[in-house]
């Protein structure tokens, strides 16, 4: 059975109070859009189509792989019909089944959508609606059904009775057309209260004809959860937390406080990892087995090893952190970082593009700045990469073996050659060779009784200016 996608993205969010279009606002990190788009990549259709309105080039840019993804706009917003409309020019020559879906339903499974389409499929309909019952009092439409439990109609809530409000099944705005259906949208009038076209509609007109159409009530409640308020936005990201939360749980991964934590959609994290109260995962994050991750650490984009331990208030933007390594407390790791193996990088230190070698200790104090440092070096506390002249950046090499001593200022660019010591408060500005030992300090003066007699001067002077107001 060929099928194609056809996503209703045009939505203004004018209900969101913001200028954004709707689709575009993020949820966990990822805009709305891209959730549903990826859910529908899990069916394998021949097509997939999104139906925009304003601002189409951001919206494109918002997927990753629009390669896989055609867009139409919708010129005017005339309602939902006319959306599905404004996609039967992408749609001409396919002969199959269109599944439509709301670009602002983001919790939707893949594995709802398989079903509905099995049902759609196994039971010949021309239409099928996909519903589901609804708790509490909302705006959906009401699905109606005659005595024998066939739909005959929706009915806006808008347009509803009293009675009809008391309907818990309503329309998920989900539903699967085969193509030959496909016409009846011309058959479609203006709603009187809005003056739009309703795709609901298309279910009683399609009856009318003869078809055969269906609805099925499956699927949970919260995954057709629409997103028109900043409200339901916030609500719909506790709920995908949620999700996210127990698919990690049900791989061995042990949250000490789930509910505090947040995790972006394309973040993975391998079993045996113990993630502590308010963590922030964000984006492209992947962390390895066997890892622990204590409080307040935020990692973007990042590459954690396994057995890695990132120390609390710890924040790691595109960088890499390879196996046994420590990080933190309070350190930063700047993007375009590589540390290596069993590396220690402690109290308020901070890396920007550098590389780290194995075994490497950075404990205390230190900015370590476009600089490509060996195996087994101790960094000092103080300890200062000194990369930019007020025009460019350069590199400081350290290489492997070294010892930098406390309160060293490196001044690049500069190479520090194996197996060399720095003497503690040294600038450096010059190579130093293999073995040696580097020192840049002013010598050490000593003078004897200074203190006594810069008191004895003190006294004299407050007792000359006591004396002179006396007069």
Same mark, same amino acid.
């Given at each position: 059975?060929?099928?194609?996608?056809?996503?209703?993205?045009?939505?203004?969010?004018?209900?969101?109070?913001?200028?954004?279009?709707?689709?575009?606002?993020?949820?966990?990190?990822?805009?709305?859009?891209?959730?549903?788009?990826?859910?529908?990549?899990?069916?394998?259709?021949?097509?997939?189509?999104?139906?925009?309105?304003?601002?189409?080039? $951001?919206?494109?840019?918002?997927?990753?792989?629009?390669?896989?993804?055609?867009?139409?706009?919708?010129?005017?917003?005339?309602?939902?019909?006319?959306?599905?409309?404004?996609?039967?020019?992408?749609?001409?020559?396919?002969?199959?089944?269109?599944?439509?879906?709301?670009?602002?339903?983001?919790? &939707?499974? @893949?594995? +709802?959508?398989?079903?509905?389409?099995?049902?759609?499929?196994?039971?010949?309909?021309?239409?099928?609606?996909?519903?589901?019952?609804?708790?509490?009092?909302?705006?959906?439409?009401?699905?109606?059904?005659?005595?024998?439990?066939? &739909?005959?109609? &929706?009915?806006? $809530?808008?347009?509803?009775?009293?009675?009809?409000?008391?309907?818990?099944?309503?329309?998920?705005?989900?539903?699967?057309?085969?193509?030959?259906?496909?016409?009846?949208?011309?058959?479609?009038?203006?709603?009187?209260?809005?003056?739009?076209?309703?795709?609901?509609?298309?279910?009683?007109?399609?009856?009318?004809?003869?078809?055969?159409?269906?609805?099925?009530?499956?699927?949970?409640?919260?995954?057709?959860?629409?997103?028109?308020?900043?409200?339901?936005?916030?609500?719909?990201?506790?709920?995908?937390?949620?999700?996210?939360?127990?698919?990690?749980?049900?791989?061995?991964?042990?949250? *000490?406080?789930?509910?505090?934590?947040?995790?972006?959609?394309? +973040?993975?994290?391998?079993?045996?990892?113990?993630?502590?109260?308010?963590?922030?995962?964000?984006?492209?994050?992947?962390?390895?087995?066997?890892?622990? &991750?204590?409080?307040?650490?935020?990692?973007?984009?990042?590459?954690?090893?396994?057995?890695?331990?990132?120390?609390?208030?710890?924040?790691?933007?595109?960088?890499?952190?390879?196996?046994?390594?420590?990080?933190?407390?309070?350190?930063?790791?700047?993007?375009?970082?590589?540390?290596?193996?069993?590396?220690?990088?402690?109290?308020?230190?901070?890396?920007?593009?550098?590389?780290?070698?194995?075994?490497?200790?950075?404990?205390?104090?230190?900015?370590?700045?476009?600089?490509?440092?060996?195996?087994?070096?101790? *960094?000092?506390?103080?300890?200062?990469?000194?990369?930019?002249? @007020?025009?460019?950046?350069?590199?400081?090499?350290?290489?492997?073996?070294?010892?930098? @001593?406390?309160?060293?200022?490196?001044?690049?660019?500069?190479?520090?050659?194996?197996?060399?010591?720095?003497?503690?408060?040294?600038?450096? +500005?010059?190579?130093?060779?293999?073995?040696?030992?580097?020192?840049?300090?002013?010598?050490?003066? *000593?003078?004897?009784?200074?203190?006594?007699?810069?008191?004895?001067?003190?006294?004299?002077?407050?007792?000359?200016?006591?004396?002179?107001?006396?007069?």
């Amino acid at each position: 059975m060929s099928k194609a996608g056809v996503v209703l993205a045009a939505g203004l969010g004018t209900r969101m109070k913001s200028s954004l279009p709707k689709v575009l606002h993020l949820l966990n990190g990822t805009p709305l859009l891209r959730y549903i788009v990826n859910t529908l990549y899990e069916l394998r259709l021949q097509k997939i189509i999104v139906v925009t309105g304003e601002r189409q080039k $951001e919206i494109k840019e918002s997927l990753t792989d629009t390669g896989r993804v055609s867009f139409v706009r919708q010129k005017d917003a005339r309602g939902t019909a006319d959306a599905l409309s404004a996609a039967i020019s992408s749609l001409r020559g396919f002969k199959g089944t269109i599944l439509v879906v709301n670009g602002d339903t983001p919790l &939707i499974t @893949g594995e +709802t959508l398989k079903r509905f389409l099995k049902k759609h499929k196994r039971n010949r309909n021309d239409i099928s609606v996909l519903s589901f019952i609804a708790k509490e009092q909302n705006s959906y439409g009401r699905i109606l059904r005659d005595r024998g439990g066939r &739909i005959i109609s &929706i009915i806006e $809530e808008r347009n509803a009775t009293a009675s009809e409000k008391m309907i818990k099944e309503v329309n998920s705005g989900v539903y699967a057309i085969e193509h030959g259906s496909l016409h009846f949208l011309k058959e479609i009038k203006p709603n009187k209260v809005k003056g739009e076209y309703y795709l609901t509609d298309i279910v009683e007109i399609a009856l009318n004809k003869g078809k055969k159409v269906e609805s099925y009530c499956i699927g949970s409640e919260e995954e057709f959860m629409g997103i028109n308020t900043r409200k339901e936005l916030e609500k719909a990201g506790q709920l995908m937390r949620q999700r996210i939360v127990e698919r990690f749980m049900n791989t061995g991964v042990s949250f *000490i406080d789930a509910g505090s934590v947040f995790i972006s959609t394309d +973040t993975e994290i391998g079993k045996e990892t113990l993630i502590y109260p308010n963590v922030h995962l964000e984006g492209r994050t992947k962390i390895g087995k066997g890892c622990i &991750i204590y409080p307040n650490v935020r990692l973007l984009d990042t590459l954690i090893g396994d057995s890695v331990v990132i120390k609390d208030c710890t924040l790691i933007e595109s960088s890499v952190v390879n196996d046994r390594a420590s990080i933190g407390p309070f350190a930063h790791i700047r993007p375009e970082s590589k540390i290596d193996a069993g590396v220690r990088i402690g109290n308020f230190v901070e890396v920007k593009k550098s590389v780290i070698g194995s075994g490497t200790k950075a404990m205390h104090l230190t900015y370590l700045g476009d600089a490509v440092i060996g195996k087994d070096v101790n *960094i000092g506390a103080g300890t200062i990469t000194c990369n930019y002249d @007020g025009y460019t950046k350069h590199t400081t090499a350290i290489e492997d073996n070294v010892f930098i @001593g406390s309160d060293s200022q490196l001044i690049a660019p500069v190479t520090i050659g194996k197996g060399a010591y720095v003497g503690a408060g040294s600038t450096i +500005t010059k190579n130093v060779p293999q073995k040696a030992l580097a020192l840049s300090r002013a010598e050490q003066k *000593i003078l004897e009784g200074w203190a006594i007699r810069k008191k004895s001067k003190a006294k004299s002077q407050k007792l000359k200016e006591k004396k002179k107001k006396q007069r």
